[in-house]
């Protein structure tokens, strides 16, 4: 079984709808909890970062960890075209020197 | 600013040739990282280096070397390629713990 789990998608949503993005994880150490955006033939981006539990927002983008069920997700409000990228969860823990992945979400957003 | 620069940006390999892929950051940054992209797959880390003078195994090392050549620059090489080592490498960079990871454009290679 993999670390970390994410939705596989692919998800497909109008314009103006709220997006959820989930991931789930095994291992209880991870501390730090990322999205990454990824737009097609381009390297990922930090889109959100979140240390431990809780909940971070950025604009129209939120990200909540939930240590206690092992489980993160990202909600995208007001969704664009411009937001149809493929989004991937990372995780990291203090010391470790490096962050696991889950295998992305590709989101489409139609006009 | 230019972030972290890799080259080449396309390659095409025949099986059994030799090829390094190169990485440089301008950000200070510690530690340096090599991932591959396959379908379906999300990122898989190869190697990565904690800091400057170290590195480390990742998810799927074989058949790939590296060296950190500097604290800027972070290579990879593979000496004899093969087919199953066509995908897209990505070069990222963070201050430390590897966490918050700035990402290259890519590499996309072809091993045929």
């Known amino acids: 079984q993999k670390e970390v789990e994410q939705d596989p998608g692919p998800l497909s949503v109008p314009e103006g709808a709220i997006v959820s993005l989930n991931c789930t994880y095994s291992n209880s150490a991870f501390q730090y909890f990322m999205w990454y955006r990824q737009y097609s033939r381009k390297g990922p981006e930090l889109l959100m970062y979140?240390?431990?539990?809780g909940n971070k927002e950025d604009g129209r983008f939120t990200a909540q960890v939930d240590k206690s069920s092992k489980y993160i997700s990202l909600f995208i409000r007001d969704s664009q075209p411009s937001d149809s990228a493929t989004y991937l969860c990372a995780m990291a823990n203090t010391n470790a020197g490096k962050s696991t992945f889950g295998d992305g979400t590709t989101l489409t957003v139609k006009p | 600013n230019a972030g972290v620069t890799q080259t080449p940006k396309f390659q095409v390999l025949k099986t059994g040739q030799s090829m390094t892929l190169q990485c440089a950051q301008d950000m200070n940054h510690n530690s340096m990282y090599w991932y591959r992209q396959d379908p379906g797959m999300g990122l898989r880390l190869i190697y990565y280096s904690a800091s400057e003078g170290t590195t480390d195994k990742g998810e799927v090392p074989n058949g790939y070397n590296v060296s950190r050549l500097n604290k800027r620059e972070f290579s990879l090489r593979l000496e004899s390629a093969a087919p199953s080592q066509t995908s897209v490498y990505f070069c990222?960079?963070?201050?430390?713990?590897?966490?918050?990871?700035?990402f290259g454009s890519g590499t996309q290679l072809s091993v045929l």
């Open positions: 979140t240390y431990s539990s």
């Open positions: 990222a960079s963070s201050y430390q713990g590897g966490e918050k990871l700035f």
